[in-house]
């Protein structure tokens, strides 16, 4: 009864839950420059859906198909281990769920005598078994005990990896405390073998005591030989046929030896009930919250892996990139490839702000899709963390579940420019990628974080603005001793202003009137500096057009490091810049 | 003695073909080189947003060469003056280098400061030679004009980078002469290409990569030749994509020096990967001499 409730329960919320995660897929918006209606947005997928099963794409799903789902030959190219692993797990769950879970669906029909007591199925249930925990071993161990730079393990991975443990170690303690408890064996007996004789029930149940290792509230070893010779007789005529020796389960029957000692405490307490409430109820519990865990990559993560073998983000329907976008953000397994592979993933240890790294960036992009709320410093950090990226590829690259992450991360920052949050690394050579994008966006979206930028530096640093008139209560000796403890700027006193800098600026050069472009010269700047005129210096526009093309320190009669202390000059805004405002 | 190669952030994505050219033209000259997946970005978009960032990553490529025992190799100026940079910086900065060297630990990574950072050139002129570059050559340019882009980070800042005189540099020209090809002289030669304003300040970058442009075609070159990832994304795409026609028409595809030097070595113009720019470059083979 509790079996069929909780069972029908189960699939009720697993069918509710993908419901609503598909919903969810067309539903959640990620395009920063049109709005697509879920209708459209459906109607968009059945069309793709159609033209790909009508072209020559079908055989490239196909080939997807079997290479990188049924093979895995993504995880195989990053690391044969995690492959052996993953593999493992696949291929023992779906043994374990086709021909155990599904018997009476699938074994019973697929073999003529089939019984899951018989030698085989005993040895297929105990194989699956072992390779999924073999699997989920491999996992833990790699989370937990290997030490790799920068793998994070969420919750979600943990409950995952306890959820298949429970339902492997239950139904393994299960199997074993079956093969000790004579309970189970007068249950058996009672129901195939006709036994009226109480000499037969001893002979029989002395037998099973001595080959099949149930343990026998009185009869123990040694047995009445006569006795076990009129068992196996028994045996043969009711048993055999259906029931083979336990050892062909080696895993449950190892565990059997080890529970043997306690045997008839277990019996009594009918812990083998117990363990097969356990056992199906984490059953249940897990197919349950499918949709709601990692385990909706089962679905998910396959459906990446097509989609963008057969989509090209150049030509696809827009409305379509943006639903797959929508529903990478659940195919992802949070391996870690990616950030293991990221090109800025090590600069996580100076900025500790996780979103630096693609595996956790991606469920903050989930989390900012969905709609749920982020308050403004989430979000602000989920920009830095985008921005701070190169886009270099490799995620994408190694990926095993196909995500496009570097379209996904592109997409993600132009949503939250859209939403207002500029980031002060847009003014460094990270922006050349947004602007090799440039296409993709619209003027005026694409120009609008710039000037925000741009603006926010001019406003922030406006006190002394222009004027030429600087307040000297304005001066800051902060800024000499930063300049002064850097290895790349130390030298700036040496500056004696003689504006060669300036001259050789092909910045400067390129302005007619650069003054008014630029409000400080370059060596104006130098001058500035020295006298820590902070916000002069750091509000220049000057500063902020810098190319970094060493023309000046190249030339700067006393070897200045001009350009180099440009940079550091930049980098010193922006700390005060990102600082929170000081309270009032 | 292998290198490691280190391959720029953007090339996977847009310049495969400065990835396939390098391949073969370093084959053809027998130096093996080693693919370190362990590299990550050089730090050059970091250098002015966040210091320790820009030095960590930075240093982490020389700790993961120096582990291997093998000097880098870069194939883009940016790249080059960066891990130099920070190099210099961690010999300079005791107080740094202690900082950075405490979080490498965690990944056990130790930096030296034995560790070579090299560019592709430094490789040609000194481990191989121009001479012994020309004999394997199978055929010379005839005819053909090049606008050496040396490229800023290459040359400067001198003291550090010590490749050529910053001033009148030689060495770029002399790779590409050994070719047949005639180096010309021309005006903004030794100025910055306009990249690293792009994305930030488009006008300016324009007008500087418009500038070169009208430069290199009033010297009467052909092609430009460059030697940085930027610079080459500067002069192909972002010329051919996102800038308009010049009202006297003038446009001008830049090619890879390992392109151009490919190509002399009988390298296929499809491994070379001419016709995969954005600016379409395959007439370079039509400067190709004919074999008698």
């Keep these: 009864m509790l079996f069929q409730i909780s069972l029908y329960l189960a699939l009720a919320v697993c069918a509710g839950g993908l419901a609503l995660k598909m919903a969810n897929w067309f539903q959640y918006r990620l395009d920063f420059e049109q709005a697509h209606a879920p209708a459209r947005r459906t109607t968009a997928f059945v069309k793709g859906c159609l033209a790909t099963m009508f072209s020559k794409r079908l055989l490239t799903m196909v080939k997807v198909v079997v290479l990188d789902v049924l093979l895995q030959v993504r995880i195989y190219r990053i690391s044969r281990v995690r492959w052996i692993m993953h593999l493992s797990v696949m291929y023992g769950f779906l043994a374990l769920l086709l021909l155990h879970a599904l018997e009476g669906y699938i074994s019973d029909h697929l073999f003529a005598d089939y019984y899951s007591t018989r030698g085989p199925f005993l040895l297929i249930r105990n194989l699956a078994f072992s390779m999924v925990m073999l699997g989920v071993s491999l996992a833990v161990f790699r989370r937990s005990v290997k030490s790799v730079p920068r793998l994070m393990t969420s919750r979600a991975d943990q409950f995952m990896l306890i959820t298949l443990a429970i339902v492997m170690l239950s139904g393994m303690l299960l199997e074993g405390s079956k093969i000790l408890s004579f309970s189970s064996y007068q249950e058996m007996v009672a129901d195939y073998a006709a036994l009226d004789d109480p000499e037969d029930e001893t002979a029989l149940a002395s037998y099973w005591a001595a080959n099949f290792g149930i343990v026998h509230p009185d009869l123990k070893a040694p047995f009445d030989a006569a006795a076990l010779t009129a068992g196996a007789e028994l045996h043969d005529s009711y048993c055999a046929a259906c029931h083979s020796r336990p050892q062909w389960a080696f895993a449950s029957y190892g565990f059997s030896r080890l529970m043997k000692p306690i045997a008839r405490i277990l019996d009594q307490a009918a812990v083998p009930t117990i363990l097969w409430h356990v056992h199906y109820l984490a059953c249940f519990f897990g197919l349950a919250m499918l949709p709601f865990s990692k385990f909706l990559h089962i679905f998910s993560t396959p459906l990446s892996l097509m989609a963008n073998a057969v989509m090209d983000d150049e030509i696809s329907d827009r409305a379509n990139i943006e639903t797959r976008q929508i529903m990478e953000a659940d195919a992802c397994t949070h391996c870690g490839a990616c950030t293991q592979h990221c090109a800025v993933g090590i600069i996580y240890e100076v900025t500790a702000n996780a979103s630096i790294l693609p595996s956790e960036k991606i469920a903050l992009t989930r989390l900012l899709t969905s709609g749920q709320h982020m308050n403004e410093a989430q979000i602000r950090a989920l920009q830095s963390g985008l921005y701070l990226c190169t886009n270099c590829h490799r995620c994408t690259d190694v990926c095993p579940a196909g995500i496009n992450l570097q379209q996904l991360w592109f997409k993600t920052r132009e949503y939250i420019f859209r939403k207002g949050f500029p980031d002060t690394a847009l003014l460094s050579p990270l922006s050349y990628y947004r602007g090799l994008m440039a296409r993709h966006i619209s003027k005026n979206a694409y120009e609008r974080p710039l000037e925000c930028v741009k603006k926010q530096i001019a406003s922030t640093f406006a006190h002394s603005g222009q004027s030429h008139d600087p307040n000297p209560k304005q001066m800051d000796a902060g800024l000499r001793s930063a300049l002064k403890s850097s290895a790349r700027s130390a030298n700036f006193s040496a500056c004696f202003t003689c504006s060669t800098c300036t001259s050789v600026c092909p910045v400067v050069k390129s302005f007619a009137d650069p003054q008014a472009a630029l409000d400080l010269m370059p060596h104006q700047i130098m001058h500035a500096a020295a006298i820590g005129l902070r916000d002069m210096v750091f509000g220049s526009r000057m500063l902020w057009t810098c190319l970094d093309c060493y023309q000046c320190q190249e030339a700067c009669p006393q070897g200045v490091h001009i350009a180099d202390l440009f940079c550091e000059l930049r980098v010193l805004a922006r700390n005060f810049l990102n600082q929170p405002p000081m309270a009032a | ?292």
Excluded at chain 2, 42 to 48: A, E, N, R
Excluded at chain 2, 159 to 186: K, N, Y
């Design chain 2, 1 to 292: 003695m292998p290198f490691a190669i280190f391959r720029c952030c953007p090339t996977s994505q847009f310049l495969r073909y400065y990835e396939t050219s390098t391949n073969a033209v370093l084959s053809k000259l027998d130096v093996s080189i080693i693919d370190v997946e362990a590299f990550n970005c050089c730090g050059y978009p970091l250098k002015s947003t966040d210091k320790l960032a820009y030095l960590l990553a930075s240093v982490r490529n020389l700790a993961v060469a120096s582990r291997k025992g093998l000097d880098v190799v870069t194939l883009c100026n940016c790249c080059f003056q960066s891990l130099k940079l920070a190099n210099s910086i961690m010999m300079r900065d005791a107080s740094m280098r202690d900082r950075i060297s405490r979080m490498l630990q965690k990944e056990g990574l130790v930096y030296t400061e034995d560790i070579r950072i090299r560019h592709l050139f430094e490789v040609l002129l000194e481990d191989i030679g121009i001479d012994a570059i020309k004999n394997r050559l199978v055929t010379t340019y005839e005819d053909l004009k090049i606008a050496t882009h040396y490229g800023c980070h290459l040359l400067r800042p001198s003291p550090m980078m010590q490749f050529d005189d910053p001033v009148a540099p030689r060495r770029f020209d002399d790779l590409v002469e050994l070719t047949g090809a005639q180096s010309i002289s021309w005006k903004s030669k030794l100025d910055c290409c306009g990249a690293p304003a792009w994305g930030v300040h488009d006008a300016l970058s324009i007008r500087l990569t418009r500038q070169k442009i009208n430069d290199a075609k009033a010297g009467g070159a052909d092609f430009l030749c460059v030697a940085c990832v930027y610079c080459q994304l500067q002069f192909d795409r972002v010329q051919q994509r996102h800038m308009a026609i010049s009202p006297n028409g003038a446009s001008l595809a830049p090619v890879l020096y390992t392109q151009l030097l490919g190509l002399a070595m009988g390298i296929e113009p499809g491994e070379l990967g001419l016709d995969q720019q954005c600016m379409d470059a395959s007439g370079l083979t039509a400067f190709v001499k004919e074999s008698v």
